[in-house]
């Protein structure tokens, strides 16, 4: 019975390759490419979206919260990864670059807290 034994062999090898290409694809489209700076550009222009979309109604708050913190996770990390510039100008937000009143402790836009 060899080729049941062989049939079953390419059918684990298929089963494998389609449970692994997803893996390679997801890893190249986040590894090479795009840079740091690229991603934090991304990140920013999505929290400026997603504000600008819940402003005029077209998301709810709960999704507004939810991907307004996803956006500035990846703010925060693109510029951890080498996008940021020195360091970050007084009464600014130090991710997204908004102006910070002198009292508040978080970011108006991407809610980001403001260091001390
Ligand atoms: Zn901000």
Known sequence: MTSVYVFGIILAVLLAAVLIAPLFERGEAVGSGSSPAERLE???D???EIEFEHETGKIGDD???ELRARYAADAIAARDAGAGEASPMA???AVCD???KPE???C???GT???A
Do not use: H, K, N, T
Request: glycine fraction near 4%; charged fraction near 30%.
């Open 42 to 44: 991304v990140a920013l």
């Open 46 to 48: 999505a929290l400026r």
């Open 63 to 65: 999704d507004y919260r």
């Open 91 to 93: 009464g600014r937000c």
């Open 98 to 100: 908004a102006d910070l």
């Open 104 to 106: 508040s402790r978080f």
């Open 108 to 110: 108006s836009l991407c």
């Open 113 to 115: 807290e403001v260091a």
